[in-house]
């Protein structure tokens, strides 16, 4: 108990390098970036972004005019919201003052209690099943 652990269960044909073709596809289309992810500060080498002779299919090219102004704007979180500290585990969805109260999938406040496939949200609708 208390241990955490992930097994490859198809070693007869899952590879502990991987797979040769698919890793040298996603080598020639994508390159590894840093990026700021919600609730955290930039993380070294954490995205992966199409390489510049892919970008006619880029849609932060294709829609970047569109995106600036998203870009531009900060999102802060609504007053009472622990999101950020709940995705980076510093405390527990049931932790905020705001779970399971104010926040509901039906009323959310946060980013976290939005969408079906938010931490709180997913707290709050399975726990205990």
């Not at 954490?46 to 998203?70: N, P, T």
């Not at 926040?103 to 997913?122: D, L, Q, Y």
Request: with cysteine; glycine share 8%; charged share 35%.
């Amino acid at each position: 108990k208390g241990e955490a652990i992930v097994e490859n269960e198809y070693t007869r044909v899952v590879k502990k390098e991987g797979n040769p073709k698919a890793l040298a596809a996603i080598n020639e289309v994508f390159k590894i970036e840093d990026m700021a992810w919600r609730g955290f500060p930039v993380i070294p080498n954490s995205a992966m972004k199409l390489k510049k002779k892919f970008e006619d299919h880029d849609a932060e090219k294709i829609f970047e005019d569109e995106l600036q102004e998203i870009n531009e704007k900060e999102f802060p979180e609504p007053e009472g919201c622990r999101c950020g500290e709940v995705l980076r585990g510093i405390i527990t969805s049931e932790e905020c003052p705001l779970f399971g109260k104010a926040c509901i999938p039906s009323h959310p406040i946060g980013p976290c209690m939005v969408s079906a496939e938010g931490s709180c949200n997913i707290e709050f609708c399975y726990k205990g099943r």
